[in-house]
């Protein structure tokens, strides 16, 4: 299984600030790699897909890059509703992995 | 754009079997989705369970392939999950799921969750 190291956890940051989470795996998985934010009691919703394609309705602040083994989530100017928790995904075997989570929470 | 409600027992006994339905809203059971099961334990990152298409085919994790069940009711608009056997291992936010897949300039075949419902928490204990 492709093993899928996520960091920092948590992130504290403030309404405003620039964060970014990064995402390492154990081998390559070109760009074949999802970002979701997932909050208690709501359905997870998938904001990026192959590593910086942002999905209809996501807002503009999110961003994502990289491939190979080391990618990035970014949010330019961080909301009051973006405090959340954000999963890396593969897609690049047939057993599609997760990475552990980041938590973005209020400084 | 489909949603997704999961519903079932929120307590299992060891040993037993869980089961979970998926109610589906504002689609076609037929459409070119994958009807899917993740879960998350707590502490821990999600984990994808398996998955149906309309005309039945299945795939599994390898881990829970011999305890995990998808079916689909079209007529009811619903797919479900079995899990035989559970342990306190098996404690976890269960999610249902469609799967869009793609097929990348290499011809890879790739993918993403497209939409979820909102969990449910299955709690196996005595």
């Known amino acids: 299984d492709i093993q899928m190291t996520q960091s920092p956890s948590p992130l504290s940051a403030s309404v405003g600030d620039r964060v970014t989470i990064t995402c390492r795996t154990n081998q390559s998985i070109d760009n074949l790699l999802n970002w979701y934010q997932l909050k208690p009691g709501k359905a997870p919703k998938v904001l990026i897909h192959g590593a910086s394609n942002l999905l209809k309705g996501v807002p503009s602040r999110f961003s994502g890059s990289g491939s190979g083994t080391q990618f990035s989530l970014s949010i330019d100017s961080l909301q009051p509703e973006d405090f959340a928790t954000y999963h890396c995904q593969q897609s690049y075997t047939s057993l599609w992995t997760f990475g552990h989570g980041t938590t973005v929470e209020v400084k | 754009q489909v949603h997704l409600q999961e519903s079932g027992p929120e307590l299992v006994k060891p040993a037993e079997t869980l089961s979970l339905i998926c109610a589906v809203s504002g689609g076609s059971m037929s459409s070119s989705n994958w009807w899917t099961w993740v879960r998350q334990a707590p502490g821990k990152g999600p984990e994808w369970i398996g998955e149906?298409?309309?005309?039945?085919?299945?795939n599994y994790s390898p881990s829970l392939s011999s305890r995990a069940t998808i079916s689909v009711d079209k007529s009811k608009k619903q797919f479900s999950l079995r899990l035989t056997s559970v342990t306190a291992a098996d404690t976890a936010v269960y999610y249902c799921?469609?799967?869009?897949?793609?097929?990348?300039?290499?011809?890879?075949?790739?993918?993403?969750?497209?939409?979820w419902g909102q969990g449910t928490l299955v709690t196996v204990s005595s």
């Open positions: 149906i298409y309309h005309t039945g085919t299945r």
């Open positions: 799921a469609t799967t869009y897949y793609y097929q990348t300039l290499s011809g890879r075949r790739a993918g993403f969750f497209d939409q």
